[in-house]
């Protein structure tokens, strides 16, 4: 059962509940009043009949037993009212007025009392389907005790109560058909906001995230639905991110397997030679460098992408001496610097910081490597030290403002032949990156084209988690 429907139904019937209860309670306040009126009138009318006719039976009753009933009759019908009221001695009656056993009335069934100094007893009865107010009492002449009975129709006044019945019942289905519908289109109106849910929420399951819901007004199915909306940017950015970490990974694959086909290709060629064919020992000795330089190639390879899976773990990070630091960069580099006549300077400001040694020695030693790769014999590479802050700085070729940003993108390189002359994978920028966040330390590249760059690790004041 959909919620409107749930809604509605319990709405019509809480309204029927109420109309119901107010026409019981209406009811029964009108007809308590009319009983009460009814009853009041009748006892107010019994107890005068029984005085006037009690006075005049009393005062004029004759001795003789024959003349009594005479006398009586003639008494009560002059008495006026008689024709509501019925007289009777033990099982005969006098006059009856009523036209059936009005004493009956009270042998069984219930009946209120009045109070006073006549033993008055009395009720509200339907006899042969009329409804009548009937009171009894016995009225004591002479030594003789009689019942006087009195009985009034009161039809016309049940047949009211019953009239207003029928109305009330009339007008409570009127109403609550009115309010039914009347609810049921308030509820259709105030849920609609749950069928633009709907709709949105099918909108994003068959993918479009960019879906949103109009929100108006400030009621609660307006902060829904902007809820709705936050969870839709939220998923939207989330998938976004998703595609965008899917496609660096598969050009990471394919930057993979091209770095590598070349090395694989040219270590397969030299070794066919070498098993097909006999060559002379300086083309051999020539071979079997050139096997061992591409073999030491995939070796650093396989090393930096190692270093980028090992550092999605956490580290253990202690203080540690910046000067020693710099000092194993520079011996690590030496060789290298000599080779291609590139000086490389230290300036320590600094003294200790949280880090894992082995990593930002790599890390530097990448910084240096690239800068090396970038500056021509005779220039100067520094790497300076102070307060939070470590950087390489060379005084060669530079970058476009537009490269900056992708440098540190895997396997990215600015000039390719460069990088594959010097045996450049485009992993070196990406791995001081990482390390770089895996000591909670930023990485600051700022270059000029002709000028140099300069690439900074800067770390962060808190302590790093890895």
Known sequence: MKLRTKLTAASILLIVIAVTACCALILSFVQKDEMSDVSNTGITDYQSFYKSFRQTVATDLPEEAIVQRSFLVNAFRSTDGFQEFSLRQGDEYICNNAGFEIESLFQKSAYDSAGGDIDLQYRVARVSGTDYFAAHATLKIGEAAYDLSFARNISAITDEIRALAVKCVLIGVAVTAAAAIAMWLLVRRSLKPIDRLKAGAGELALGNYANRIPVKGRDEFSELAADFNCMADAIEENVGMLHEKSARQQAFINDLSHEMKTPVTSVLLCAETLLGRNVPPETRNRLLTRIYDQGKWLEALSQKLMTLVMLQCELGLQPESVEKLLNAVQEATAGALRERGVALTTDCGGDTLRMDFDLMRSALVNLVMNALKASDTGQTV?????????????????????????????????????????????????????????HNARLVISSVMGRGTTVQIVFEQTDPKG
């Open 382 to 438: 520094t790497i300076r030290a102070y307060g939070r802050t470590i950087e390489v700085i060379d005084q060669g070729k530079g970058m476009p403002p537009e490269e900056v940003g992708r440098i540190t993108e895997p396997f990215y390189r600015i000039d390719r032949s460069r990088s594959k002359k010097y045996g450049g994978a485009g992993l070196g920028l990406a791995l001081v990156k990482r390390i770089a966040q895996a």
